[in-house]
Every structure is written in C-alpha cells, then in structure tokens.
C-alpha cells in the first residue's frame, strides 16, 4: 500500500502564511516529480508547483513569488510554503506525485485526499 498524506491546510487571513506537507509512505523504491495542485469550487483543478526530484522547480504564474516548492528526499516528502495569501488561494490542495514502487511497479500521477486551505478575513 502506498500513501500520499496531506497536512498543513486551514483557515488563514489575507496576507498571512501556511506550509502545507505531504508525505509518501509504503515500500517506495523512488520518487520523481512531486507537485501540488489546488481545485477551487467550480474550478478545474490546476497545477500549482511542481519540483524534480533534483529540486528543480516551476509555478503557476499567479503564485510567483508568494509560494515555494521544496522536498526532502530522505523523508519521501513535499511542501509548500504559501505567505501573502489571498482570497483567491482558497481551494483544496492536492499531492501529485510519480512514484516507483517495489511491490507494484510506477505509480505515475498518484493523488493525496488533499487538503482545505482557505484565505478569509
């Protein structure tokens, strides 16, 4: 069995700050990408940042310079540190990650629950 567990989400205020987490666990071999993506209702679910698994990095241009990616390899683990939080930031952020298992080979695409994040005063 293989996980993607999400944590971090919340009620924030405009302007303020979370760090969301996401934790693979199982009997992993590797991971590749690792991302996060949100889904506002009545949105489609869109890609936020996406990190290689030799840190490079890409982001949704609306959240340049406010969200940054980073993983921790020896953890098996995503983050995303999110600061000057808008209204607009509100949505469910999900885990996406490409995981190579030793019991049921690629996991391509694999999705957490997600987790709530919303940005209210």
């Known amino acids: 069995q293989v996980q993607l567990v999400e944590s971090g989400g919340g009620l924030v205020q405009p302007g303020g700050s979370l760090r969301l987490s996401c934790a693979a666990s199982?009997?992993?071999?590797?991971?590749?990408?690792m991302g996060w993506y949100r889904q506002a209702p009545g949105k489609q679910r869109e890609l936020v940042a996406v990190?290689?698994?030799?840190?490079?990095?890409n982001y949704v241009d609306s959240v340049k310079g406010r969200f940054t990616i980073s993983r921790d390899n020896a953890k098996n683990t995503v983050y995303l540190q999110m600061t000057s939080l808008k209204p607009e930031d509100t949505a469910v952020y999900y885990c996406?990650?490409?995981?190579?298992?030793?019991?049921?080979?690629?996991?391509?695409?694999?999705w957490g629950q997600g987790t709530q994040v919303t940005v209210s005063s």
């Open positions: 996406n990650a490409d995981i190579w298992t030793w019991r049921f080979g690629p996991l391509l695409g694999y």
């Open positions: 199982g009997s992993i071999y590797s991971i590749n990408a």
């Open positions: 990190i290689s698994s030799g840190g490079s990095t």
